[in-house]
């Protein structure tokens, strides 16, 4: 199954830990310095780094599910 991707953009400070974690999958607004997903993604083969991602958030703004 696909993960899915919830971004809570109230509580992302912007710290990019999921940047490093998962590069391809995350990146910065640079006038909100609010993290989204890039187009195309997310898909089977970046479940590893979206688990990273997600562990290393230090606010907890990620959330991985199943669809």
């Given at each position: ?63 991985i599910?199943?669809?």
């Amino acid at each position: 199954m696909t993960p899915r991707i919830h971004i809570d953009t109230a509580a992302c400070n912007g710290y990019g830990n999921c940047l490093v974690a998962a590069p391809d999958v995350f990146d910065l607004d640079p006038d909100t310095n609010i993290a989204f997903t890039r187009p195309g993604h997310p898909t089977d083969a970046d479940q590893d780094t979206l688990r990273e991602a997600e562990a290393d958030c230090p606010v907890r703004a990620i959330r991985i599910s199943k669809s």
